[in-house]
């Protein structure tokens, strides 16, 4: 049958993944440096070069490809109140794949303004009122936007009532814009999937030129997605199931970067224990948060940082000095590979104490409420206690023998000593051996089944190497 | 449309830690028979939702309901917590099960009004009473503001 290749321009390398459509067999890996400044064909060519496969992208069935390549799928997000809309479009926007590089609520001052055109977004999540509600801040902000000459794709999702003021507003001048269903058409709903569609198509016809992401269209198609939302899909795929392969129900996945670690979660996440009431904006079924603090290179700092913060010791690990030291090192040479046992040590527990912080920033947690009645929970965020499978991904994850690295996510469950971080009580816990999350992702929608068995047998890895 | 016939917006919920729901259940339902839109919080609702609800709604009235005795502290400092967000003349409605130490109807009623709610009303109180004042006091400012813009 016919392969399939899966590629990520990533921000430093990219990776690709040669795949039979029938089987889902991984045939082959490969990766080089991304080639920005000469184009990215060259970086890709390369990579196939070290997968053995000659340089006939023609030989495949489907070419497919993400980006996270120059700086990633950069947005500012809008709304009324910051709880609210602005949450909803930064919601929208994460779900996308985007980075939020800015988040602004109520109405847009000059300073906003500068602000805006100073981080020179590649697109803006304009959001604000629910449907028939609030349109003033909205449609005083499209104003805004309207005369800032930015070159940024805008994404209206706000008060639907408002779009015909908005459409006057945008028409005529030369802006391209987008107006969708409402990111939040009432207080307590949440509809981000319209926006995020709208971001992707934003992304595919005009983002991926702007960054220089040329592809040679005649053998490989477009750049589908930014490639956090492959990886997104590629979670929702394996919970779902394909045609003939069951999912896995409801699951959390961890993408510890180099710069960033990402958090996936798939299902309700509503209270799974009584006297307990939710509170806060609507979860997204499929939910993505990114800790931009959390990296095992370029935020190697950070992470220590953060652990410090919040009293974290580098339990049975390396403790202070040395974790330091060995951060502030790799945060400046990011393609650093350890080169010792002791610094292998150091890599994982920046990668341990990376996915704790991340997982438990992502996860819901719980409030004691008490009343005349007696006690109650209050619920912020997702329940994701009875989730029973817990999937690591990410370059250092991958690298490592399986065992290791699986010991590494086991960091993701939930704690006794710390039993309001609502994490999951008794997951299988496993390792995108092979680092395909993102190719399933990107395969998934055609081949569903090819999909899952090639995560399936990157998961048990362990039984076989 | 008349401005004046538009349907009236409302936010409803119950405040604080109380979770007694069957009140604001009622009142949402009597609400939406006079013709209201009406959104409906819940339980366990703070100042800040209330309000957060009520900004992106674009909502005439916050309706607040207490029926578990805690009332007064739950309710303190709403109208200035609304004036500091931007909805300082939004119309605030108060009822349920309102109770202040051992002080007869007109007592809490009178601390009420001076936490800045526009109406406070006692347990047992039929829903059209305050659906009533609420309709002629929301009636009597959309005319106001047609008059001025």
């Given at each position: 049958?016919?392969q ?11 990776k ?11 045939i ?8 920005l400044n000469?184009?990215?064909?060259d ?6 070069g070290?997968m053995?496969?000659?340089?006939d992208?023609?030989?495949?069935e489907?070419?497919?490809?993400t980006?996270?390549a ?6 500012v997000?809008?709304?009324?109140v910051a709880?609210?809309t602005?949450e909803?479009a930064r ?8 980075k939020?590089v800015?988040?602004f609520?109520?109405e847009?001052a000059?300073?906003?303004r ?8 590649d697109l803006?999540?304009?959001a604000?009122?629910?449907?028939g509600?609030e ?9 805004f936007?309207?005369?800032?000459n ?5 994404v209206?999702?706000g008060n639907?009532?408002?779009?015909d ?6 028409n005529?001048?030369?802006q ?16 981000i999937?319209p926006c995020?569609?709208?971001?992707r198509r934003?992304f595919?016809?005009r ?12 053998e490989?198609g ?5 490639t ?5 899909d590629?979670c ?8 003939d ?6 699951l959390v ?5 180099g710069?960033?670690t ?6 309700t996440g509503s209270?799974?224990?009584g ?14 948060t990114?800790e931009g603090?959390?990296?095992v ?5 950070d ?14 690990d390396?403790?202070?000095g040395?974790i330091?030291e060995y951060a ?7 393609n650093?590979?350890?080169?010792s046992?002791?610094e292998q040590?150091?890599?994982r527990?920046?990668?341990r104490?990376a996915?704790?912080?991340?997982t438990?920033?992502?996860a819901?947690r ?8 007696g006690?109650s929970?209050v619920q ?13 991904t990410g370059?250092?994850l991958?690298?490592?023998d399986?065992?290791?690295a699986?010991?590494?996510c086991?960091v993701?469950?939930w ?6 971080f609502?994490?999951?009580?008794d997951p299988?816990?496993v390792?995108?051996h092979d ?8 395969i998934?929608?055609?081949y569903?089944?090819?999909a899952?068995r ?10 076989s190497? | 449309?008349?401005k004046?016939?538009a349907?009236f917006?409302?936010?409803l ?5 109380d979770?007694h729901i069957?009140?604001a ?5 009597a609400?939406e028979?006079s013709?209201?839109n009406?959104?409906?919080l ?5 100042q800040d939702e209330?309000?957060?609800a009520?900004i992106e709604?674009?909502?005439e009235?916050?309706l607040v309901s207490?029926v ?5 502290i739950d309710c303190?400092?709403i109208?200035?917590n ?5 909805i300082?003349?939004i119309l605030?409605?108060v ?9 007869d ?8 009004l001076?936490?800045?709610f526009d109406a406070?009303y006692?347990p ?11 309709k ?6 959309r ?7």
């Amino acid at each position: 049958m016919g392969q399939l290749l899966a590629v990520d321009f990533g921000s430093t390398f990219t990776k690709v993944r040669a795949i039979d459509s029938s089987d889902g067999v991984l045939i082959a890996s490969g990766q080089s440096s991304t080639t920005l400044n000469t184009g990215v064909m060259d970086g890709l060519y390369k990579a196939l070069g070290t997968m053995g496969v000659p340089n006939d992208l023609g030989r495949f069935e489907s070419c497919l490809a993400t980006s996270s390549a120059a700086g990633g799928l950069r947005i500012v997000a809008i709304g009324l109140v910051a709880d609210l809309t602005a949450e909803a479009a930064r919601r929208a926007a994460l779900g996308a794949g985007g980075k939020i590089v800015g988040t602004f609520a109520g109405e847009l001052a000059r300073s906003d303004r500068s602000e805006i055109l100073r981080l020179a977004p590649d697109l803006v999540v304009l959001a604000g009122g629910t449907d028939g509600g609030e349109r003033k801040c909205i449609i005083a902000n499209a104003l805004f936007l309207s005369k800032m000459n930015a070159s940024a794709a805008l994404v209206v999702a706000g008060n639907y009532s408002a779009r015909d003021e908005i459409e006057d507003i945008f028409n005529g001048t030369g802006q391209e814009y987008e107006i969708v269903a409402n990111v939040l058409p009432g207080v307590r709903e949440l509809n981000i999937g319209p926006c995020s569609d709208a971001i992707r198509r934003a992304f595919i016809t005009r983002i991926v030129d702007a960054k220089g992401i040329n592809v040679a269209e005649s053998e490989f198609g477009r750049v589908v997605m930014p490639t956090p939302r492959a990886v997104l899909d590629g979670c929702a795929l394996l919970s779902h199931g394909g045609d003939d392969e069951v999912g896995v129900g409801d699951l959390v996945c961890f993408d510890v970067g180099g710069a960033t670690t990402d958090v996936y979660s798939i299902g309700t996440g509503s209270p799974s224990e009584g006297h307990t009431v939710q509170r806060g904006l609507p979860e997204p079924f499929a939910k993505r948060t990114v800790e931009g603090d959390l990296g095992v290179r370029v935020s190697a700092i950070d992470v220590v940082a953060a652990a410090e913060r919040e009293q974290i010791a580098f339990h049975g690990d390396r403790h202070g000095g040395e974790i330091s030291e060995y951060a502030r090192y790799v945060a400046t040479n990011t393609n650093y590979l350890p080169s010792s046992q002791e610094e292998q040590a150091l890599d994982r527990t920046l990668a341990r104490t990376a996915i704790r912080i991340a997982t438990r920033r992502h996860a819901g947690r719980l409030e004691a409420s008490f009343d005349p009645h007696g006690q109650s929970y209050v619920q912020y965020g997702k329940d994701l206690r009875p989730v029973r499978t817990v999937v690591g991904t990410g370059g250092i994850l991958s690298s490592s023998d399986y065992e290791s690295a699986r010991q590494i996510c086991e960091v993701a469950r939930w704690d006794s000593n710390d039993p309001d971080f609502l994490l999951p009580k008794d997951p299988l816990v496993v390792v995108d051996h092979d680092y395909v999350l993102f190719a399933a992702g990107l395969i998934g929608d055609q081949y569903p089944d090819a999909a899952m068995r090639l995560m399936r047998q990157s998961f048990g890895a362990a039984e076989s190497k | 449309m008349d401005k004046t016939e538009a349907a009236f917006r409302v936010v409803l919920g119950v405040i604080g830690a109380d979770v007694h729901i069957v009140g604001a259940r009622v009142m949402e339902m009597a609400l939406e028979e006079s013709g209201f839109n009406v959104v409906n919080l819940g339980i366990q609702v703070s100042q800040d939702e209330f309000i957060d609800a009520a900004i992106e709604t674009d909502a005439e009235a916050i309706l607040v309901s207490s029926v578990y005795g805690h009332g007064e502290i739950d309710c303190r400092g709403i109208r200035d917590n609304c004036k500091e967000r931007g909805i300082g003349d939004i119309l605030l409605f108060v009822g349920g099960n309102l109770v202040v130490g051992k002080k007869d109807w007109s007592e809490t009623e009178a601390i009420f009004l001076g936490y800045g709610f526009d109406a406070a009303y006692p347990p047992g109180v039929e829903p059209d009473e305050p659906i009533e004042d609420l309709k002629g006091m929301i009636l009597l400012r959309r005319e106001a503001s047609v008059g001025k813009g």
